[in-house]
Every structure is written in structure tokens, then in C-alpha cells.
């Protein structure tokens, strides 16, 4: 679907349009089957109009471009028409609320607020063509508001198992109350079903992002593939080097040099790398530049981004393992704690990005790496007047960004997605 949308070149306004037609299509069927009065499935063909447009507004009106993360739009579709189906099928079963897996996976794979959104818009839906209790709803409405708030923990194994206790456990505590903590009233077969389906919703969510992730990855990997096959990179697995620091103060209480000490290029740390490789050290002081600039964008600290960017190759002034002896120099030197992290996390075998500085830094070495390849390789081309298409610049930051996200890499920086779009946006205009 996503490919005949891109080749028929929809926009998403387009694409919202044709939904809501087609879900109006979808009302008047089964409506029809039904034995539904005309004047209910208007009712029905308007709430669903009117709760799409108020979905496509938050998209439009925030700018976030999310139909430019991968399969974003058959995930829309596809949650859209399953979680609004499933509603009509168990309309009569309101103990049985699967529909809200759409919303939930939304919340997991793009956007907590547009999930959160989604899960409000067919509880609504639910809870009028089922003519559900306030009660009822009022209950639906907060366990579909507390799974979409752990969405991002039903993505990995480890948080799986606790998640859905939390969600259970609230989950009975609600039930409880509805029923004057009356045990043998609550635990009925229609609160076990509800928990079934909480407990399914959690499942399901965990299932398709698994399948997600390794479809993007793959997708991720075929394009580097093919753009290192172009540029003839021997070993693609340079853009997995990443940068990353903790955001802290700007003094330390342990005695160690302050960030705006370090930054001097004069710091006899700094002397040693540039006697060491000039190559390196233009290469580490560019990063460091850029990572500011774009920290500013934002409004992260550009003193830690721009530190990052200086100091995150430090420990090759003492061999191949230089991550180890990058902090064994900067304990030596006594670095802020910042630089410390950095050089600790900026190979993605250690740890993510546990801050917006952290992420820009990771984010400006990738693109700089391969924006390097791509000027050797036009260059060649032109030469040589080879035949073959160029590989341009906004091609590898639209590449970097997907994998970065695709791969979870940004999970634990802080970024909003507001956040990743300016910093988007910033890369791309950088040249």
C-alpha cells in the first residue's frame, strides 16, 4: 500500500480523504448487514469523519512528518481499519476491548500522543455504537491511557513481564472500585476477559514491533548496503560508531576541569591529538563545531555537545581499544564526567544516547563519515565521466536518521519528536 501510495504520489492530506471515504463505505456496509436505520449509520459515518479529522490534525498541525518513518503509513492503515472493525465486532462485548491494540501499537512504534490520540478516538467510537456505561468508559479510557504511557516498555523482553503486571494490577484495582471492593462481584468472567484482553493488547504490541524492527532493519540495511556498494566502502559497519554523554553540570566537586577549560584548543590534551594526527584532530574539532550548532537548534547544552565532538576519539593516541584508553586519558586529565560518558558510549557496543547532546553528537558522526564517502565518490565519477547516479547528501541524512530510529538508538536520549525533525531538518540544510 505504501508503495502505490508513493507512486500515485498521495500526500497524506490525500491519503486521510480517502480514508474517512472509505470508512464511510465501511459503516454503510456493515450498517446495511445489520439492519441499522439510515438515520444511525449517518450518526456513525459522522463521529468516525469527525474523529479521523481530529487524528489528521495533530499530525498536520504539529509538522511532526511521520509518514516519512518507515511503513508509517500501512501501519496507520492497517491499525486504523483492524481497531475500528474489531470495535463493531464485539460492540455488544464490552468486556472485550482488542480494539485498542491499534492505538497501542501506534504509541509503541511512532508517536506515544498520536497513539494516545487513536485509543481515545475508538473508545469513543466503542463505547457509543456498544452504548457502553460512563462507567465502563471511564474505565476503558484510563487502562487505554496507561498501556499507550508503557507502550515504549512493551518493546523489549526485559520490561515485557512487569508492564503487564502493572497494567493487570491496575487494571484489578480499577475493577474493585467499580464494584464496592466486592471480590466475588469483581471477579466475574467479564473482568477475566478484560484482563485477557489487556494482557493480548501487551502481547500483540510486543509481536508487531519485534516484526517491525527487523523489517525496517533489513530496509535500513539494504539501502547502506547499496549506497556502500556505490561508494565502494569495505566496511559499512563504520556508521554504527555513535556519540553520547549524560547531560551535568558545567563544574565538577571532584576536581576535575570544567567544560569551558577543556574547550580551549590549547588544552594539552587537545596539543597531543593534533600532534598525534592532524586528520584526526580537524575531523574531532568539526564534529564538535557542527554538534553545537545543532544543539543550539533545539536548545540543548552546545558547551556538552560540542566537548563530545572534541574528545570522542581521545584514546587513540594509545591504541586500537580506544574506547578503554579514552577514559583511562580523560580520568588521567580529569575531564568533566560529561567527556567521561561520551568517550564510554560513543560505540554503540556500549550504550545508547542518554541525552539530546548525546544523540546529536552520534548523529553528526554518522552523517559526516558518510557525507566524506560521497564527495570521494562524485568526485571520482566525474573524473573518470562515469555513467551512474550520484549519491546525494540528502539521501544518506534521510538513511541515517531511519536507521537511527529504526534501530532504537535514540530510545533513551530524550529527543521528542518535534526535537528529531528540527535536528532533521538542520543536517539536511547543513551542506
Not at 569495505?234 to 563544574?251: M, R, S, W
Not at 588521567?332 to 541525552?355: G, V
Not at 560521497?374 to 536518521?401: C, D, H, L, P, R
Not at 531511519?402 to 535514540?410: I, V, W
Request: glycine share 6%.
Amino acid at each position: 500500500m505504501r508503495n502505490i501510495l508513493s507512486k500515485i504520489g498521495l500526500s497524506m492530506k490525500t491519503m486521510w480523504v480517502i480514508l474517512g471515504l472509505l470508512s464511510a463505505i465501511m459503516m454503510v456496509a456493515l450498517g446495511y448487514l445489520e439492519g441499522t436505520t439510515p438515520i444511525d449509520i449517518l450518526k456513525l459515518c459522522i463521529l468516525i469523519l469527525v474523529l479521523l479529522s481530529i487524528t489528521a490534525f495533530y499530525v498536520h498541525s504539529f509538522n511532526l512528518k511521520l509518514d516519512g518513518l518507515p511503513y508509517f503509513r500501512n501501519f496507520i492503515i492497517a491499525c486504523y481499519f483492524i481497531s475500528f472493525l474489531i470495535a463493531m465486532l464485539t460492540r455488544n462485548n464490552d468486556e472485550i476491548h482488542l480494539w485498542m491494540v491499534g492505538g497501542i501499537i501506534i504509541a509503541a512504534l511512532f508517536d506515544m500522543h498520536l497513539g494516545l490520540i487513536f485509543t481515545y478516538n475508538v473508545t469513543f467510537f466503542a463505547g457509543f455504537i456498544g452504548q457502553i456505561s460512563i462507567e465502563i468508559l471511564v474505565y476503558l479510557l484510563i487502562v487505554g491511557t496507561l498501556m499507550c504511557l508503557l507502550s515504549d516498555s512493551m518493546k523489549k523482553v526485559n520490561t515485557l513481564s512487569i508492564t503487564m503486571i502493572i497494567v493487570l494490577s491496575i487494571q484489578v484495582t480499577l475493577l474493585l472500585i467499580m464494584n464496592n471492593f466486592m471480590l466475588w462481584d469483581t471477579m466475574n468472567i467479564d473482568a477475566v476477559l478484560s484482563l485477557l484482553s489487556s494482557a493480548g493488547v501487551i502481547g500483540i504490541t510486543y509481536g508487531v514491533h519485534y516484526i517491525y524492527e527487523k523489517w525496517t532493519e533489513e530496509k535500513d540495511k539494504g539501502n547502506l548496503d547499496e549506497i556502500a556498494a556505490t561508494l565502494e566502502i569495505p566496511n559499512i559497519d563504520l556508521l554504527d560508531e555513535g556519540l553520547l554523554n549524560k547531560a551535568v553540570q558545567l563544574t565538577d566537586e571532584d576536581g576535575n576541569h570544567t567544560l569551558e577549560e577543556v574547550l580551549q584548543l590549547d588544552f594539552p590534551l587537545l596539543d597531543k591529538l593534533k600532534d598525534y594526527s592532524d586528520k584526526i584532530y580537524n575531523q574531532s574539532i568539526q564534529i564538535g563545531e557542527i554538534s553545537a550548532v545543532a544543539a543550539k537548534t533545539i536548545h540543548a547544552n552546545e558547551a556538552i555537545a560540542k566537548a563530545g565532538g572534541y574528545y570522542h576519539q581521545i584514546g587513540r593516541l594509545e591504541g586500537k581499544q580506544y574506547v578503554e584508553e579514552g577514559i583511562k586519558l580523560a580520568e588521567a586529565y580529569h575531564l568533566p564526567q560529561a567527556i567521561s560518558d561520551i568517550i564510554r558510549q560513543h560505540n554503540m557496543n556500549y550504550e545508547k544516547p542518554q541525552s539530546p547532546e548525546a544523540a546529536i553528537v552520534m548523529l553528526t558522526i554518522s552523517i559526516m563519515s558518510m557525507k566524506e564517502y560521497i564527495i570521494q565518490m562524485n568526485k571520482k565519477i566525474a573524473e573518470q565521466s562515469q555513467q551512474g547516479e550520484t549519491i546525494s547528501y540528502g539521501k544518506i541524512v534521510n538513511n541515517v536518521f531511519q536507521m537511527r530510529l529504526a534501530k532504537g538508538s535514540l530510545d533513551q536520549s530524550g529527543l521528542s519528536v518535534k526535537e528529531y525533525n528540527v535536528l532533521k531538518n538542520f543536517y539536511l540544510h547543513m551542506e
